[in-house]
């Protein structure tokens, strides 16, 4: 997690995001991966293997993957991609940064997860309501709370009819500006999923520690019902 890396690793992260914020506030992500130079601890959210709250939701669920698409916003790494694919999903996982896809590429050569470079705020048209599970983990905190509203609105469209939406994001308790990143939602923020046609199916809630601070996350299933 961002609060348990290196000091320097924290302070190079927010130094990147800020000075990008204005000019062109995704730009910073190719930036980390380029300059990590395939050392993943430098990577604030790779794990390198599936995040545990998307695992344990898997576990309980149980989703049936084959004959079903899901996709992946903001791969990183490709571990959650791999973790979808060996249940047999046929997934697309996409970045913004194109060198994080060719990390991804290089881990996972024989993967059948189809890996692509784009940016959420300029799908094709062609993906909207196509895929039956979509995972946003942990993206949208990683931008500006002023980018928020246009961000999540590009979410949804993306379901397709009877589908899903798991959404593992840190939260704020209230509306006001945060130091970051990353920037907690609030629950203003995720009210927009539902505004947008989206019901809330389950709510859990986690909570670590990271020092004297306390952080929330939580992992939202959300249907669009057909």
């Given at each position: 997690m961002f609060e348990k890396l290196p000091e320097a690793i924290q302070q190079k992260v927010k130094k990147l995001?800020?000075?990008?914020?204005?000019?062109?506030p995704t730009a910073w992500f190719d930036v980390l991966y380029s300059e990590a130079q395939g050392d993943a601890g430098q990577i604030p959210w790779a794990r390198l293997t599936t995040h545990p709250y998307l695992q344990e939701w898997l576990d309980i669920s149980q989703p049936q993957g084959a004959g079903h698409t899901?996709?992946?916003?903001?791969?990183?790494?490709?571990?959650?991609?791999?973790?979808?694919a060996k249940l047999g999903f046929q997934v697309t996982a996409f970045d913004i940064s194109a060198k994080a896809i060719a990390w991804c590429q290089e881990r996972f050569p024989n993967s059948s997860v189809k890996y692509l470079v784009a940016d959420l705020l300029a799908l094709?048209?062609?993906?909207?309501?196509?895929f039956d599970l979509v995972l946003e983990s942990r993206n949208i905190q990683a931008l500006p709370v002023e980018m928020r509203a246009q961000v999540?609105?590009?979410?949804?469209?993306?379901?397709?009819?009877?589908?899903?939406?798991?959404?593992?994001?840190?939260?704020?308790?209230?509306?006001?500006?945060?130091?970051?990143?990353?920037?907690?939602?609030s629950e203003k923020e995720l009210a927009e999923f539902i505004r947008l046609g989206l019901q809330e199916v389950q709510r859990d809630l986690f909570l670590s520690e990271a020092g004297e601070e306390k952080i929330k996350v939580v992992r939202i299933e959300y249907c669009l019902n057909s």
């Open positions: 995001a800020t000075e990008s914020r204005k000019a062109n899901a996709l992946v916003i903001g791969c990183g790494l490709g571990d959650d991609a791999e973790a979808l094709d048209s062609e993906w909207h309501h196509k999540v609105k590009c979410i949804p469209p993306l379901v397709a009819s009877g589908g899903k939406l798991l959404v593992i994001t840190r939260i704020r308790d209230n509306d006001s500006v945060p130091d970051g990143p990353p920037w907690g939602l």
